[in-house]
C-alpha cells in the first residue's frame, strides 16, 4: 500500500475507529485523543508491530486540541506545527509509556487534512500539489466525474489513493510534493522501518 508495496488492505489493522468489513465508521480528533489515552492502545501494541497515528491539524486550534497555527501573528511551518501536535500525542499517551515504546509509533499528521495528501496525485502544478489549506475544495476542483462526489469515508479515500498503492513508481514521485506526507514517509525512511507480511 503506497510506501509498503507487499502490504494488503487486510494486513492493516484498524483501530480507532474500529469497523467490520464493509462498514462505515466515524472518526475524529477528539475519538484519536481518547484513544491515545485508553488502555486499549497499551493493549493493542501487544498485536502489532507498529501503531500509526493519523491526525489532520484543519481544527488544531480549537478547544481542546489546543495547538494554535499562529504565533506571534505569523503562521506556524508544517515542521513547527507537526512536531506540536506529535508532542500533544505523546503526551496524551503518556511520556514514560511512548518513552518504553516509542519505536512502534509513528505518526502520521497531515497538513491540514488528509485531502492534502491526495493533492499530488491529481495536481499537475507543483505549487497546487504542496498546498496545505483548502485541500477539499481544492481536490474536488480538479476531480471528475464520480471521483468529485467523493465523501469522506474510508472507501472513498481508498479509491481516490488507489494510484498510491497500486503503482508504487507514482507513490515514489508524488509524495514528496507534500511537505506533511513528505516529512511521514521520511520517517518511515529514517528509522529504516520494513514490515514482515
Not at 475519538?31 to 500509526?52: R, T
Not at 481544527?59 to 515542521?79: G, H, M, Q
Request: proline residues 5%.
Amino acid at each position: 500500500m503506497g510506501y509498503f508495496t507487499d502490504l494488503e488492505p487486510d494486513d492493516v489493522i484498524e483501530l480507532q475507529p474500529q469497523r467490520k468489513k464493509g462498514e462505515e465508521s466515524f472518526g475524529n480528533w477528539e475519538l484519536v485523543f481518547a484513544y491515545c489515552q485508553s488502555e486499549k492502545l497499551k493493549q493493542a501494541l501487544q498485536f502489532v508491530d507498529y501503531i500509526i497515528i493519523h491526525i489532520d491539524t484543519d481544527v488544531c486550534d480549537r478547544v481542546n486540541f489546543d495547538i494554535p497555527k499562529y504565533e506571534a501573528e505569523k503562521e506556524l511551518s508544517v515542521e513547527e506545527l507537526r512536531d506540536r501536535v506529535r508532542q500533544k500525542l505523546i503526551g496524551l499517551i503518556g511520556e514514560t509509556f511512548y518513552r518504553q515504546f516509542a519505536p512502534q509509533f509513528l505518526f502520521a499528521i497531515a497538513i491540514h487534512s488528509l485531502e492534502c495528501w491526495l493533492l499530488p496525485l491529481y495536481c499537475t502544478d507543483i505549487k497546487q500539489a504542496a498546498q496545505t489549506k483548502n485541500c477539499e475544495k481544492r481536490l474536488r476542483r480538479v476531480l471528475t466525474g464520480e471521483l468529485a462526489k467523493f465523501s469522506k469515508s474510508q472507501p472513498d479515500y481508498d479509491r481516490l489513493s488507489e494510484n498510491y498503492y497500486l503503482n508504487p513508481e507514482k507513490f515514489t514521485q508524488y509524495y514528496p510534493k507534500n511537505p506533511s506526507l513528505k516529512i511521514f514517509i521520511e520517517e518511515i525512511q529514517t528509522r529504516k522501518i520494513t514490515l514482515e507480511i
